[in-house]
């Protein structure tokens, strides 16, 4: 079957570094995709990867490693606004994306 | 700006009341999907049309349906919603293009049902 697995929850400090962990099975892989999901509002999209290895935007970076299934949401400086749920989903050859039910992070001063 | 515009934000209806949400995009993309979020949760597909075709998820029940007159807009009906269909309702969109298929999401129309 077709599966995420992330993390529920996550306290960091802001001013920190936190690493968001997702691994994936889906039939047939199409990209790996990180979206940021404030309480009560739509996600945003944050990020995409398709090919192995780290891509980085700003304060955000997300790695892929195809091969494990695994990939990850990097952030860094925290700030008190990151606060938020972070969703992940993946692609499967349908186009369809299997999303994962959300990571909530917590910052903390 | 090119984007995807839900309304209303917030629709109260009555147990058994039909409903109607809807949905706007002006980034002219080919694919408008429905997705059924609750507290916590993922979010769950209910639908997708890619231009005319209609795609319906098997698990999506009869009591929504769903219509795509043309290509910028797109409505979720739901004939008779109960108590169980309360949710947020998130409408996306993507371009289907050979090099990626993003998806980009109306701020969402919150569902009471009484």
């Known amino acids: 079957g077709q599966n995420i697995d992330q993390p529920t929850e996550m306290t960091a400090t802001e001013g920190a570094i936190v690493q968001i962990n997702c691994t994936y099975q889906t039939s047939g892989f199409n990209g790996l995709f990180w979206y940021q999901q404030h309480a009560g509002e739509a996600p945003t999209f944050l990020s995409y990867n398709v090919l192995d290895g780290l891509e980085e935007k700003g304060r955000f970076s997300s790695f892929l490693s195809r091969s494990k299934g695994y990939s990850y949401l990097l952030l860094k400086e925290l700030q008190m606004k990151d606060s938020a749920s972070y969703l992940c989903a993946a692609m499967d050859s349908n186009y369809q994306l299997i999303w994962g039910a959300g990571t909530k992070l917590i910052i903390k001063p | 700006d090119a984007m995807v515009i839900q309304n209303p934000r917030y629709q109260v209806t009555q147990f058994g009341k039909p409903v109607t949400l809807s949905c706007s995009q002006t980034l002219n993309h080919n694919v408008m999907y429905w997705y059924q979020q609750k507290s916590s949760q993922a979010p769950k597909l209910l639908f997708h049309?890619?231009?005319?075709?209609?795609?319906n998820e098997a698990d999506t029940p009869d009591n929504f349906q769903s219509r795509r007159p043309n290509t910028s807009f797109c409505f979720l009906d739901i004939r008779s919603p109960g108590l169980g269909d309360a949710a947020m309702y998130l409408c996306a969109t993507s371009p289907r293009t050979s090099d990626t298929d993003t998806q980009y999401f109306g701020p969402g129309t919150r569902l009471t049902v009484l």
């Open positions: 049309y890619y231009d005319k075709d209609f795609n």
